[in-house]
């Protein structure tokens, strides 16, 4: 019995010490890295509404199908909420069924990728490549021809309408 409490004592004791590691959020891991477009946060809480705020800075996710972006199906560009770059081309939009708005590719030079291991699971974290901005996370359980699904926060991104560029 002795040796049962001692391993249990020493697991609770080794994951008390991972804790703060998993549930640090991974854009404030992301915050070590210097990106273009920088500000502080009382910069960002003015430029965003609070739940955009959530999102992009402090990566949170939105209910799924709440986003009205997620029925997006008009030609033109999904931007970054908070600098407004362009990040992914309707025609890359697809419905993947899980409530956020999905993509199965990134425009060149848009987005970059971070280990995410935040709440004991390994993902890879999509943040914008300009400012930083958590937008959501990339699967390889998507469509051809890339078979990847970024999954992306609605409140991450903005749309405007018009010519899509190619895919």
Known sequence: MY?????LNT????????LPGMLLTPTARAAKATFEVTLSDAEWKKRLSPQQYAVLRQADTEAPFTSPLNKEHRAGVFSCAGCQLPLFSSATKFDSGTGWPSFWKPLDNAVVKA???????SRDEVLC????G??????DDGPKPTGLRYC??????????????AA
């Open 129 to 132: 490549r300009r400012c930083g």
């Open 134 to 139: 958590h937008l959501g996370h990339v699967f």
């Open 152 to 165: 992306m926060n609605g409140l991450a991104l903005s749309f405007t309408p018009g010519a899509a560029p």
């Open 115 to 121: 280990a995410d291991n935040s709440f004991g699971m």
């Open 11 to 18: 697991l609770a004791a080794s994951s008390l010490a991972a």
């Open 3 to 7: 040796h049962r409490r001692h391993f």
